[in-house]
């Protein structure tokens, strides 16, 4: 039964990029059959406390003598990464929020990233997702091609890749759709068309990708 973890997170409702081609991903895996399962768990609207006290940050076996982390939160990380282990693959829409990704995105990384029991700690090779793919569906109100002054400005893409692949193993792909805001705030035509082009290409790229994952 291929399992879909679908994650978003944007704090727009009405015309989030971020959600539509997440929905894109999302109805296109539903379609390849009943089998194909979608869990969705909406950051943003769900907002995941924060981590009440750094030692959730370990196993309590890698956790100080006396440490005391609070039930409920322990019981809310267990499930959170029972959740991400249970998934076959995993899209995450990725909104850009002051160069970063959006705080209750973070929180649930805070959360799933746990040595030793999401990620490899010392001798202990433990990473359940490795070799599972992790789609991060990125929407920008501004531009960040590359050869511009703002290719390396987004911090999200970057620290999620980090931890998605560099501690979990995954395989990470990418979806980009920059320039969101371009129609609202009346730029000029050619920018708005590329707008449009890459919203075009973003959906495409969604339908394409669940089709080749499910
Ligand atoms: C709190 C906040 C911070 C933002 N910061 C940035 C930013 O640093 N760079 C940028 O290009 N756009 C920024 N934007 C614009 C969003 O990235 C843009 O609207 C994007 O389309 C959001 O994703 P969504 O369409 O899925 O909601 C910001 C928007 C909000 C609400």
Redesign the pocket.
């Known amino acids: 039964m291929p399992s879909l973890l679908l994650l978003d997170s ?3 409702l009405e ?5 539509a081609v997440t929905a894109t991903f999302a109805d296109t895996w539903r379609s390849l059959g009943d089998d194909h399962t979608v869990v969705h768990r909406d950051l943003h609207r769900d907002q995941l406390p924060h981590l009440s006290n750094a030692d959730l940050h370990f196993p309590p076996a890698l956790r100080p003598a006396g440490s005391t982390v609070a039930p409920e939160q322990e019981a809310l990380q267990t499930e959170l990464i029972d959740e991400l282990i249970a998934a076959d693959v995993v899209v995450i ?1 990725v ?5 970063s990704m959006p705080s209750t995105l973070k929180a649930w990384v805070d959360y799933i990233h746990v040595p030793s029991v999401t990620a490899p700690f010392g001798d202990d090779p433990t990473q359940p997702m490795a070799g599972k793919t992790a789609v991060l569906v990125s ?4 531009t ?1 091609d590359k050869g511009t002054p703002t290719e390396f400005d987004d911090h999200a893409l970057p620290a999620l890749t980090l931890i998605l692949n560099g501690a979990l193993g995954m395989h990470v792909e990418t979806i980009v ?1 920059t320039r ?2 371009t129609e609202r705030f009346g730029g000029p035509a050619d920018e708005v068309a590329k707008q449009h082009a890459e919203l075009e290409a973003a959906h495409a790229a969604a339908a394409e990708a669940a089709r080749r994952l499910g």
């Open positions: 944007s704090a727009d015309t989030s990029r971020s959600r829409g909104p850009l929020y002051n160069y929407a920008r109100g501004a960040y759709d969101t805001l």
